[in-house]
């Protein structure tokens, strides 16, 4: 074990850059990667002294994590140690016996022999080996429109259309891939015959000719790629093919994903540095206080740098590809990752990732209360049902969906349409604009993080696809307390047959209290207004959706939901909307504007502490996701403006519980 002393020391680690350079040409295993990060972090231009005049110098500290069985061995450089790169530190006993070392035989490319036999290697066991990944999770087995023909040995590769020509076997894989603004061949109506007869390799972008290459090393006979295989100038072949993603992701037996590539011109393949693929060899401990024991280093972040350092995962169609697909090949800068229903893996850990390394598999999969993946969503032990688990699962995905981008932004509900009807076949529920009717309160308290609105309409504003940006949301909680009642919600889809797409308008309308307050600005909070109406010790700050939408200081509190993990751990605090009048509107029509995360007690000090609406009494136990019984018709008709909503304004008052709509 290692010692509190030690724990709490800033030990020097070396002098200068040059010596850390010099340590690593030596072979040491933490000063090549250290010299690594300082390239891949400073900027050349940042220094004009050069980057040795920003690195002078470096030191190391340890410190235990919070409970865990492991320690965080930092090392800081700089003058003011602006820069740093920890590890993870495990000692002998607790990791068990080191992994083989593979990087000597690595090749100097991400496409070299062995990195594409390691490939087939991972592909060849998952095939053999592993039950959920062979098992299919979507709802029908069907095969593409069109898929592009592989045989091995051609220079060319043929456009079949999947109902026109005997498909001799159904295993074909898919290209995940960056356009970029570069010009690449795309099939549009007029070369559609010709690329039936045949497309030469010497037409196609490199990251097609490589993806091409890695099937044919599979002896997979077929690929779909997005640009080749949908008619690019028609909007109803797009129509079509964009809302069947869930069958051809799905059904593929590969997903190649061009991981690093910013445009399909840059291909698969990367150099690399062989000797960042070696693991850390067994350390025998010299500090100061600790047992002399064996000590391994890992970079518990070598996945999540991997991935995400690229451009690939950054595009929102992206991410439903990724999760539907049974397993991805990521060509990442440096080397491959595996990914698949039951392993993750990487060149440098081959047989799967440590649990020292950090790691968030995706990838949709049965739903089961023995699964290791699922353990960590245990409340106060008890399992959560398996429909719990399914809704944590989808705001993890629209989480991270959240932080990509679309080159179209009228795309967002479009590009995880397919994860919307993957989750809505674990259980009978309905997808209204992003959130789930059954959960539709807890669904409604999202926040921006500096979120805008699009120009043109896209969903109703309390929808989290109404706004382009990072939000967060809460996971399932249980004994939630409501405050709201929700009577009805609707949406109008575009297409008459996919009602998980775009969609035209919506509104939901409810049953509440609505508490009139003024928005304030403190320089201490920066951009997040405080609402007014509370007494002088405590600051309420608000987190605005975007800041054109706040028309005017006035605001609606609509309180949401308090959050309980049983009768004796209430919060004491409650979620919030902040809504403000509809225009052109009569009483009682609003919009969303933002989110607040209020103390209990505001409700007493706004409406008088014997006001009959306080907090404490104003629970609903039922209907706060909305009925589903009339649900299916709701998603179906009326929109917007054009919906005859039914408000009667007797029962509705500022201050007092009544009934609202929200657009």
Same mark, same amino acid.
């Given at each position: 074990?290692?010692?509190?002393?030690?724990?709490?020391?800033?030990?020097?680690?070396?002098?200068?850059?040059?010596?850390?350079?010099?340590?690593?040409?030596?072979?040491?295993?933490?000063?090549?990667?250290?010299?690594?990060?300082?390239?891949?972090?400073?900027?050349?231009?940042?220094?004009?002294?050069?980057?040795?005049?920003?690195?002078?110098?470096?030191?190391?500290?340890?410190?235990?994590?919070?409970?865990?069985?492991?320690?965080?061995?930092?090392?800081?450089?700089?003058?003011?140690?602006?820069?740093?790169?920890?590890?993870?530190?495990?000692?002998?006993?607790?990791?068990?016996?080191?992994?083989?070392?593979?990087?000597?035989?690595?090749?100097?490319?991400?496409?070299?022999?062995?990195?594409?036999?390691?490939?087939?290697?991972?592909?060849?066991?998952?095939?053999?080996?592993?039950?959920?990944?062979?098992?299919?999770?979507?709802?029908?087995?069907?095969?593409?429109?069109?898929?592009?023909?592989?045989?091995?040995?051609?220079?060319?590769?043929?456009?079949?259309?999947?109902?026109?020509?005997?498909?001799?076997?159904?295993?074909?894989?898919?290209?995940?891939?960056?356009?970029?603004?570069?010009?690449?061949?795309?099939?549009?109506?007029?070369? !559609?015959?010709?690329?039936?007869?045949?497309? &030469?390799? @010497?037409?196609? #972008?490199?990251?097609?000719? /490589? +993806?091409?290459?890695?099937?044919?090393?599979?002896?997979?006979?077929?690929?779909?790629?997005?640009?080749?295989?949908?008619?690019?100038?028609?909007?109803?072949?797009?129509?079509?093919?964009?809302?069947?993603?869930?069958?051809?992701?799905?059904?593929?037996?590969?997903?190649?994903?061009?991981?690093?590539?910013?445009?399909?011109?840059?291909?698969?393949?990367?150099?690399?540095?062989?000797?960042?693929?070696?693991?850390?060899?067994?350390?025998?401990?010299?500090?100061?206080?600790?047992?002399?024991?064996?000590?391994?280093?890992?970079?518990?972040?070598?996945?999540?740098?991997?991935?995400?350092?690229?451009?690939?995962?950054?595009?929102?169609?992206?991410?439903?590809?990724?999760?539907?697909?049974?397993?991805?090949?990521?060509?990442?800068?440096?080397?491959? !990752?595996?990914?698949?229903?039951?392993?993750? &893996?990487? @060149?440098?850990? #081959?047989?799967?990732?440590? /649990? +020292?390394?950090?790691?968030?598999?995706?990838?949709?999969?049965?739903?089961?209360?023995?699964?290791?993946?699922?353990?960590?969503?245990?409340?106060?032990?008890?399992?959560?049902?398996?429909?719990?688990?399914?809704?944590?699962?989808?705001?993890?995905?629209?989480?991270?969906?959240?932080?990509?981008?679309?080159?179209?932004?009228?795309?967002?509900?479009?590009?995880?349409?397919?994860?919307?009807?993957?989750?809505?076949?674990?259980?009978?529920?309905?997808?209204?604009?992003?959130?789930?009717?059954?959960?539709?309160?807890?669904?409604?308290?999202?926040?921006?993080?500096?979120?805008?609105?699009?120009?043109?309409?896209?969903?109703?504003?309390?929808?989290?696809?109404?706004?382009?940006?990072?939000?967060?949301?809460?996971?399932?909680?249980?004994?939630?307390?409501?405050?709201?009642?929700?009577?009805?919600?609707?949406?109008?889809?575009?297409?008459?047959?996919?009602?998980?797409?775009?969609?035209?308008?919506?509104?939901?309308?409810?049953?509440?209290?609505?508490?009139?307050?003024?928005?304030?600005?403190?320089?201490?909070?920066?951009?997040?207004?405080?609402?007014?109406?509370?007494?002088?010790?405590?600051?309420?700050?608000?987190?605005?959706?975007?800041?054109?939408?706040?028309?005017?200081?006035?605001?609606?509190?609509?309180?949401?939901?308090?959050?309980?993990?049983?009768?004796?751990?209430?919060?004491?605090?409650?979620?919030?909307?902040?809504?403000?009048?509809?225009?052109?509107?009569?009483?009682?029509?609003?919009?969303?504007?933002?989110?607040?995360?209020?103390?209990?007690?505001?409700?007493?000090?706004?409406?008088?502490?014997?006001?009959?609406?306080?907090?404490?009494?104003?629970?609903?136990?039922?209907?706060?996701?909305?009925?589903?019984?009339?649900?299916?018709?709701?998603?179906?008709?009326?929109?917007?403006?054009?919906?005859?909503?039914?408000?009667?304004?007797?029962?509705?008052?500022?201050?007092?519980?009544?009934?609202?709509?929200?657009?």
């Amino acid at each position: 074990m290692l010692s509190d002393s030690l724990r709490r020391k800033t030990n020097p680690h070396h002098s200068s850059l040059q010596s850390i350079i010099d340590a690593s040409a030596s072979g040491c295993w933490v000063c090549h990667r250290l010299l690594a990060y300082i390239s891949r972090k400073i900027d050349v231009d940042d220094a004009p002294g050069g980057i040795s005049s920003l690195i002078k110098s470096s030191t190391w500290h340890l410190c235990r994590q919070p409970y865990q069985k492991s320690w965080r061995l930092t090392f800081r450089f700089g003058d003011d140690n602006d820069y740093f790169h920890s590890f993870t530190v495990i000692s002998r006993d607790e990791y068990g016996g080191p992994d083989t070392n593979h990087a000597s035989i690595a090749g100097d490319s991400t496409m070299s022999d062995a990195a594409l036999a390691q490939a087939s290697k991972w592909y060849r066991e998952c095939l053999l080996k592993h039950t959920t990944c062979n098992t299919s999770l979507v709802s029908k087995r069907l095969m593409p429109t069109r898929l592009l023909r592989i045989d091995e040995g051609e220079k060319y590769v043929r456009l079949v259309v999947t109902k026109e020509d005997i498909v001799q076997d159904s295993h074909f894989s898919t290209l995940s891939h960056c356009w970029g603004n570069s010009n690449v061949l795309k099939l549009t109506i007029s070369n !559609l015959e010709s690329f039936k007869a045949g497309i &030469s390799l @010497e037409r196609l #972008p490199k990251t097609f000719i /490589e +993806a091409i290459f890695v099937a044919r090393k599979l002896s997979i006979p077929y690929i779909w790629i997005d640009s080749l295989c949908i008619i690019q100038d028609s909007d109803d072949d797009w129509q079509t093919e964009s809302v069947s993603m869930e069958d051809v992701y799905g059904n593929s037996i590969l997903n190649v994903m061009a991981t690093a590539s910013k445009n399909s011109h840059e291909g698969l393949s990367r150099p690399r540095d062989p000797r960042m693929l070696e693991i850390c060899p067994a350390i025998q401990s010299r500090w100061e206080d600790a047992e002399n024991d064996l000590f391994y280093l890992f970079n518990e972040e070598i996945w999540s740098e991997r991935l995400y350092s690229g451009p690939l995962l950054k595009r929102g169609w992206v991410l439903q590809e990724c999760v539907l697909s049974p397993r991805s090949l990521h060509f990442c800068d440096g080397e491959l !990752l595996w990914e698949c229903r039951e392993m993750a &893996s990487c @060149e440098t850990y #081959p047989a799967g990732l440590p /649990e +020292a390394c950090e790691q968030e598999n995706f990838k949709i999969r049965p739903l089961s209360s023995s699964d290791l993946y699922e353990r960590m969503y245990l409340i106060d032990g008890a399992q959560k049902t398996m429909e719990g688990i399914a809704y944590d699962r989808w705001v993890r995905w629209i989480t991270l969906y959240s932080k990509t981008y679309l080159t179209r932004d009228s795309d967002k509900l479009a590009a995880v349409s397919a994860l919307a009807k993957c989750t809505r076949a674990v259980f009978d529920d309905v997808y209204v604009a992003g959130l789930w009717r059954s959960i539709f309160a807890e669904q409604l308290v999202w926040r921006g993080l500096s979120t805008s609105r699009p120009k043109h309409y896209r969903a109703p504003t309390w929808s989290w696809t109404s706004v382009d940006g990072p939000f967060l949301t809460s996971s399932i909680r249980p004994n939630t307390k409501y405050h709201i009642e929700i009577d009805e919600v609707r949406v109008t889809p575009v297409s008459s047959v996919d009602d998980t797409g775009s969609i035209s308008d919506g509104y939901f309308r409810a049953w509440g209290l609505l508490i009139c307050d003024t928005l304030v600005n403190d320089q201490r909070y920066g951009k997040y207004p405080l609402l007014a109406g509370k007494d002088k010790h405590t600051n309420i700050i608000t987190y605005l959706d975007a800041p054109g939408d706040l028309c005017r200081d006035r605001v609606i509190v609509l309180p949401i939901l308090t959050n309980s993990d049983g009768p004796d751990h209430e919060d004491n605090w409650f979620h919030a909307l902040l809504v403000q009048e509809r225009a052109m509107s009569p009483n009682g029509f609003y919009t969303r504007i933002g989110y607040a995360y209020v103390v209990n007690d505001y409700v007493e000090y706004k409406l008088g502490l014997d006001h009959p609406q306080s907090l404490s009494k104003l629970k609903f136990p039922g209907n706060h996701g909305g009925s589903n019984s009339q649900s299916n018709k709701s998603t179906q008709d009326g929109g917007g403006a054009d919906f005859d909503v039914e408000l009667d304004e007797s029962v509705y008052l500022e201050g007092s519980l009544g009934s609202f709509v929200v657009y």
